[in-house]
């Protein structure tokens, strides 16, 4: 059913992750079992796939009580047959990254963070926000019809 992930594709997942995409959502589970989907902003840092989310947030609460997610990233739409467009698929666990506001690693990630979403230098000192970091257990990589590339980690 799916081809696996070549070098090739790997490079083209690996820029659409660093952030060449138009726009991304995150999966969750929710607490009555319904998936919930969010508009969030990925980070590419240090090897490692980042958010910076609330605490207080839905996503959030359904991560404390199910934290297998998936992350959906829609590249732009180049062919006239919207579902023939690329994007990608991935799954995996993601946990709180417990630090402190004044600990250089949160510096290090929030300035990083300010560089891809303004603003967030801010917010993201407010108690509520903190970095939760993604670990990829499948990727999946529509390029197009017949296209399809699947890697299990």
Same mark, same amino acid.
Do not use: C
């Given at each position: 059913?799916?081809?696996?992930?070549?070098?090739?594709?790997?490079?083209?997942?690996?820029?659409?992750?660093?952030? /060449?995409?138009?726009?991304?959502? &995150?999966?969750?589970?929710?607490?009555?079992?319904?998936?919930?989907? %969010?508009?969030?902003?990925?980070?590419?840092?240090?090897?490692?796939?980042?958010?910076?989310?609330?605490?207080? %947030?839905?996503?959030?609460?359904?991560?404390?009580?199910?934290?297998?997610?998936?992350?959906?990233?829609?590249?732009?739409?180049?062919?006239?047959?919207? &579902?023939?467009?690329?994007?990608?698929?991935?799954?995996?666990?993601?946990?709180?990254?417990?630090?402190?506001?004044?600990?250089?690693?949160?510096?290090? &990630?929030?300035? #990083?963070?300010?560089?891809?979403?303004?603003?967030?230098?801010?917010?993201?000192?407010?108690?509520?926000?903190?970095?939760?970091?993604? /670990? &990829?257990?499948? #990727?999946?990589?529509?390029?197009?019809?017949? /296209? #399809?590339?699947?890697?299990?980690?």
């Amino acid at each position: 059913m799916y081809q696996n992930i070549n070098p090739k594709i790997e490079k083209k997942i690996e820029k659409i992750i660093k952030g /060449e995409f138009e726009y991304s959502v &995150l999966g969750t589970i929710g607490t009555q079992g319904y998936p919930f989907i %969010s508009k969030i902003l990925p980070m590419y840092y240090d090897d490692g796939l980042y958010i910076l989310i609330s605490d207080l %947030s839905e996503h959030t609460q359904n991560i404390k009580g199910n934290n297998k997610v998936s992350f959906y990233f829609s590249l732009q739409e180049i062919n006239k047959s919207k &579902l023939n467009n690329p994007r990608l698929t991935l799954n995996g666990k993601i946990n709180k990254v417990e630090l402190e506001k004044n600990d250089q690693q949160f510096k290090n &990630l929030l300035y #990083a963070y300010n560089k891809i979403d303004k603003g967030s230098k801010m917010w993201g000192m407010f108690t509520d926000f903190n970095f939760y970091k993604f /670990e &990829l257990e499948k #990727a999946l990589f529509i390029e197009g019809f017949g /296209e #399809a590339y699947q890697k299990i980690y």
